[in-house]
């Protein structure tokens, strides 16, 4: 069955990188997504990745995807206070007429000024 | 706005009415879906459309659960009797798909938070 890990907390300050970390398990998914969701609210979708690419930058964003090791990555640039969100690594896994989304539990993103 | 949009918000009910919630897909999309969160959670898949079908429900859609999306468009998710474990914010999603290969990119409503006393 499908399972999505990420780690569950992460502080950094304003101006510098983030990193979020996920791991997939199932190794047919085709697409890999990203997803913000701020407090009481839905959630943004950010960025995705097709399971054929290696990288995709998107202005402050860079995903990465080692699909040998079922490890996708979020990069962001020069973090701002507004970015302080929860993130979810989402893989889209197939149904018998159409695909589902199966999230990780998100990591919660602090960014101190 | 041409997002998804749901209503309400925030519905809070004693545990043994009926709530239904409300979802309006972004217009060109055929499919729509429903997913759960539950606090600390990411969402979980309940149900899906392909149009006015209903292809695909999880394990997690009880039988006090029921969908419609009768022309298509909109799409109501009712509970009866609700439960204290109903709890949950209850999220819609809606993405385009014309056969082939495609990402079916889920965009995703702001929620609705519901709170069963």
């Known amino acids: 069955g499908e399972d999505v890990e990420q780690s569950l907390f992460l502080s950094v300050r304003e101006g510098d990188s983030s990193v979020i970390n996920c791991t997939y398990t199932?190794?047919?998914?085709?697409?890999l997504y990203w997803y913000k969701q701020e407090p009481g609210a839905g959630l943004q979708l950010l960025t995705y990745?097709?399971?054929?690419?290696d990288m995709k930058q998107d202005q402050r964003l860079t995903v990465l995807l080692n699909k040998k090791d079922k490890h996708l990555s979020l990069r962001i640039a020069d973090t701002q206070t507004g970015d302080s969100a929860i993130y979810f690594c989402a893989e889209i896994a197939p149904m018998e007429y159409g695909n589902k989304l199966v999230f990780g539990a998100g990591t919660i993103l602090r960014v101190k000024s | 706005d041409t997002g998804v949009s749901q209503d309400p918000r925030h519905k809070i009910t004693k545990r043994g009415q009926n709530v239904t919630f409300r979802c309006d897909p972004i217009?060109?999309?055929?499919?729509l879906y429903w997913y759960r969160q539950t606090l600390g959670q990411g969402p979980e898949f309940l149900t899906y459309?392909?149009?006015?079908?209903?292809?695909?429900k999880s394990r997690l859609l009880s039988d006090r659960f029921s969908a419609e999306r009768p022309k298509g468009s909109f799409s109501t998710l009712e509970i009866q009797r609700t439960e204290q474990g109903d709890s949950a914010m209850y999220l819609c999603a809606s993405s385009l798909v014309w056969g082939g290969p495609s990402t079916d990119t889920q965009y995703f409503g702001p929620g609705t938070r519901l709170t069963v006393l």
């Open positions: 459309f392909q149009n006015e079908a209903q292809l695909e």
């Open positions: 990745i097709f399971s054929n690419m």
């Open positions: 199932d190794s047919s998914s085709t697409y």
């Open positions: 217009s060109e999309h055929n499919r």
